[in-house]
């Protein structure tokens, strides 16, 4: 059988309240307290006794909660679908003047309002301020008149919504491992990850390092120091897994004093030196333009003084195609040539000035010479324009005097000499016979062993007259296809006749000098 | 430094409708192996001369290009000329 002790209130001895069957206690609450059944306290104004918190500072009047001078209420409530409603009934006419509001601490720095209706005029039938409890009311709320200081306690609360000062509204759902509590400015706290806002850290809140260091970070990604390099080098990437470096400024293999633009590299890949425009010129040689416009400008290939430096042309990367045209210069020879077509040389400046086309050979050329191997053109490109020959040399004249062959019975001193210009022959002879040993032979007397053979179809065959043989004037003839020529006694074109072999006798001398074209 | 002189056949040519053959005989001085000089000496051949003292490389032209029939048309065309007994 058990027993049940039913009372309204316990006080201790010396009267002061423990728990009240209005306060709610701390055991059950029930009915639920609706807002049109809310638990309601009759809020009276009088003057503070000593046993008000606030005895001496602020007004002299506290209020009463159903006639406990400025109690510590606790409220309760957390669903806020179902808040549990407690009303301050201020219809007591002590109340004018004295309305009664919620804040976030004694002094009334901050109102709380969420939940909290007011009714009436205090001091007036009716008038009240209710507080609908719930998860989002905070655990400590100062219940304070708005128009005076200190007239009033705190309520108290179980709630996740904690009242340091301000109100500060605690995660409602537990974060991951390491997160750490953030407030998103209103008050309402979550779990995050951790960050610091920008502009947060301070050069005063970083650990002092080692002068002239930076902050880099290694594989693992934890911050290690980069020690200080060079005065003007500049922090340089070491690639994945590895902290940068202080190295040498600039490009990897490019060294650089330049205090202006040296180099410009343009949108187009065009690229300048000492120009800064340099697609600006003709398309088809901008993409290295050197030099401007002001002052003289120029690009020099140094080699060793017995190598070549050479600027080549290339339509591929290998064999010819590498080199299909080339400018060389050979310091060993100290010879300028130029090749093309598979890179072949075509013409030559040799050290001495000699100028060689077509031919590496300088032979006998020297300073000023041009050496041709191949025609020269001259005012116009058809081939009745090439003048292709030159040649200076000696021939033997020989003695002809049977059937155009050479006589065989003679000494010969004579000389000849010609000239050949493209293909005309101007050639001399000294005729200094020898001896004859026997008969001169027969038929005719004639000059042989011409240094090419005759072509004068087209022309007509040339005629040398006054010939001085010692027979008297003569006329020489170079028939075509011939490489001799023939003496005739001159009369005119209707009379001649051979000249008899006999007629050039030994120790005979005579000038011969002649023209003809050879093929 | 040593001077030297050599002769060379610098040209074999071969002309005309009777291969007549021009040589030229470059006789070259030489110092330590550096040309100083070149001088021609030139002489021509038809296709009825003996070549019996020439160069052989001349005498292999020669051969090459005189034919029989080349031969034969050389002399057809000098008795046309009458072996050059009256003017052309």
Redesign the interface.
Known sequence: MSSILKVDTIQDQNGNLIISKDSGGSGFLSPYASSSAAITYTVTVASKTTAHPYYGVGSSNGYFINGIESPIIEIKGNDTSKPYHYKFDQSDSSNSGHPLLFYNNVGKTTGFSTGVTTNGTPGQAGAYTMIAVDSQTPNILYYQCSSHANMGNHTFATSPVVNTGVFLTLPTADGSSGQVVTTNGSGVLSFANGSVPDDAITLAKMAPGTDGNIISYDASGNPVAVATGSAGQVLTSAGAGAPPTFAAAGVAGISSSANATAITIDSDEKVGILNTTPGSFASSGNDLVVGSTTGSHGITIVTQDNDTGSLQFADGTSGNAAYQGRIRYNHSESAMSFHVNNGSEKMRIESDGAVLVGTTTDGDAGAGDLVVNGGVFLGGSAAANELDDYEVGTFTPTFVNQSGGEASNYTNNSTGSYIKIGKMVYANVSWNMGTISTGPGSLYAGIGGFPFVSDVSAGGCPWYTNIDVPDGPATFQISNNYNYGIFYSQRDNNNYNTISPGAIASNDNFQITFVYKTD | MALTKETQIGKIEV????K?V?V?TDTVVMEDGE?L??????????ADQDIENEHVDVKAVCNAVWTQEVKDA?KV??DS?N??????
């Open positions: 002309v005309g409708k009777y007549s021009h030229r040309e000089s070149r001088k021609y000496h030139r002489h021509s051949l038809m050389l065309f000098k000329k072996n050059l007994s009256t003017p052309i």
